[in-house]
């Protein structure tokens, strides 16, 4: 493993890369899970469903002309 990036446990033993990596990856992908969950649950802001009713009427009115 390169010296300059050196992996440990807690008690100062060298981990290996593959052993990390996955552990990463699913502590990674269940907060990005949770994060999006709870996104999903927020309500959208007036401002933008205003923005989105205005956006569509100056596209109706652009493919009316």
Avoid: C, N, T, W
């Avoid at 052993?19 to 907060?31: C, K, N």
Wanted: charged content about 40%.
């Amino acid at each position: 493993m390169d010296d300059a990036i050196e992996r440990r446990d807690g008690r100062g033993r060298e981990l290996g890369v593959a052993a990390e990596v996955p552990d990463a990856h699913e502590l990674i992908g269940a907060r990005l899970k949770a994060l999006y969950q709870a996104l999903e649950q927020e309500p959208v802001p007036d401002l933008f469903i205003d923005l989105l009713e205005k956006l569509e009427k100056a596209e109706a009115a652009e493919r009316a002309s």
